[in-house]
């Protein structure tokens, strides 16, 4: 507790994540209350105004992949085994968030119709959502589709096909390394994918509903 003060002081100057490990200690803190653990007062919890302390602002991200850049991308997630030779241009392809599309299920995609879908029964925003595939990205899935003899999943675990994949950080890290990407996360990759899509002409209110986004 005595060194709370001193952790938010030395990362004032990397806002995020201060404000997210003032978050989890404060919550530790609750739990170790609940628990009867812990008795005295929250480090985490300004005495004076019985707030939060304060943290640094976090500025918010809009890194927009070049055109070079997703060119790049996808040539070296073309050199990488199954599933990630699939998985990052459909992340693209679909401006979903990296977990919807780690837990996309063969029984959720409509392949035969025009246009093919693919219904998410559960996102970050609570709500189910149908998304129309583009022809390139049902191209794709439909190549794949012999797979879904061995697993629910199009993305499943190679170590067991009852489960998807999950930690995508490792891939990524060699993706960009190989496509010299500076500064990129992997949600950049989904408001890019939004950005082209206004570029070519979709309106605002199309984008949103196509990704789930509530601001652009």
Known sequence: AKAVPTIHRKLADRPATQKRLMQVLHNLFLFARKKEYWSEADPTVDADTGKAI??????????????????????????????????????FLTDVRKSELCGMKWDDLDLRHKPPTWTIPVTKNDDPKTLALSDTAAAMLKELQ???????????????????????????????????????????????????????????????????????
């Open 54 to 91: 304060k943290c640094q602002p976090v500025k918010s991200r809009s890194r927009v992949l070049k055109v070079d850049e997703l060119d790049r991308m996808l040539k070296a997630a073309a050199q990488e085994p199954f599933p990630w030779n699939n998985y990052w241009p459909l992340l």
């Open 146 to 216: 012999p797979n879904s003899e061995q697993s629910d999943f199009v993305f499943p675990m190679q170590s067991d096909s009852t489960r998807c994949i999950s930690d995508v950080y490792h891939a990524w890290n060699r993706i960009k390394k190989e496509a010299r990407l500076k500064d990129v996360r992997i949600h950049d990759i989904r408001r890019s994918a939004a950005t082209f899509a206004l570029r070519s002409g979709m309106s605002l209110p199309a984008v949103q509903r196509a990704g789930g986004w509530r601001s652009i």
